[in-house]
């Protein structure tokens, strides 16, 4: 995540063409500092020194001279290799992803980010550029990914529950309720004019509830896993699904890619690494990349017929 890429030394680095500002924001090299230092000041309090530093960053015209009709680097997103990530699929024979955005939302009808997608042979790459290059200001400090290693994990997903079939989501209702009903029939409580004081049967039922599973549904647990992922079904939960076709051929576009604004959204436990599960309320568990776009959940849409069609936002 975030770079370095593997960009050969020449062949020129995407940039950004439309119009727009470009020098009003917050500083790239402010928002890695105030990473870094929330970072190092994890359990203890500011020092005077990192107080000074993180009240001085703030959104501002920080590149005057940037005109906006100027083409401005964009911002290198995420780097991945197919033969890491079982579910990328790209145009014949190329095994690598690289992923960009300019980080102002202030493109098209939607008003967001502008996303290009290069797919390469990674053989191919001979030198590599260095230094690479970037924008100096973003719009906002959550455009901006905290450069980070991915470690892929293939997990199985099930379509959004208001897509199946009628019958199939009443299946899913009762088998919902007959969960609840098993639970319930399982705790085994007795009333408390059952217990000598009520003292003890709520010590009883402390300890019931303490040691009681979670509850499992569809929605949270079994169908769409939340955060950064490759592949899988996109979920409406915030608006009706809406069909995301590709715009040459009509052909429906599944994600390629889903930017969230966490791995894990506290509803359930079940989609959470079983190594991670210590430390749940960790931020950088939760929120390890920092990016935030509209509402919180971005997907990427390719076209299944052909990988060099025009790509498709969808945004919840």
């Known amino acids: 995540m975030a770079g370095p890429l593997l960009w050969p030394a020449d062949e020129p680095w995407p940039v950004c063409t439309a119009v727009h500002p470009k020098g ?37 015209e920080h590149a005057p ?147 009681e599973p979670e509850e499992i549904d569809y929605m949270s647990d079994l169908s769409i896993a939340p955060g950064w992922k490759v592949g899988g079904f996109a979920s409406w939960h915030l608006t009706d699904p809406a069909p995301v076709d590709c715009q040459v051929c009509g052909t429906a576009m599944p994600p390629l890619l889903t930017v969230d604004k966490w791995e894990c959204d506290g509803a359930s436990r079940s989609w959470l690494p079983v190594e991670d599960r210590d430390a749940e309320e960790d931020p950088r568990v939760l929120d390890p990349v920092g990016v935030h776009l509209g509402r919180g959940l971005m997907r990427v849409h390719t076209c299944p017929t052909d990988p060099a069609h025009p790509h498709r936002l969808s945004f919840q």
């Open 24 to 60: 009003k924001g917050y500083l790239l090299s402010d928002v890695r500092l105030s990473r870094r230092i929330e970072e190092d000041a994890r359990g203890r309090e500011y020092t005077e020194d990192e107080q000074r530093l993180l009240h001085g960053m703030s959104r501002g």
């Open 65 to 211: 001279g940037l005109h906006d009709d100027w083409p401005l680097p964009m911002l290198a997103v995420a780097q991945l290799f197919a033969g890491e990530v079982p579910d990328l699929v790209g145009p014949e024979s190329h095994d690598l992803l690289q992923v960009f955005w300019c980080p102002f939302e202030v493109h098209g009808a939607d008003r967001t980010i502008d996303v290009l997608l290069r797919w390469r042979r990674s053989a191919d790459v001979g030198a590599v550029l260095s230094p690479q290059p970037e924008p100096p200001v973003a719009g906002r400090a959550e455009c901006v990914p905290t450069m980070c290693v991915v470690h892929p994990e293939q997990v199985v997903e099930h379509e959004y529950l208001g897509l199946l079939d009628e019958p199939l989501q009443d299946e899913i209702s009762a088998w919902e309720e007959a969960l609840l009903d098993d639970e319930e029939d399982e705790d085994g409580l007795s009333s408390p004019a059952s217990y000598a004081t009520y003292e003890e049967y709520e010590a009883a039922m402390t300890a019931a509830l303490a040691g």
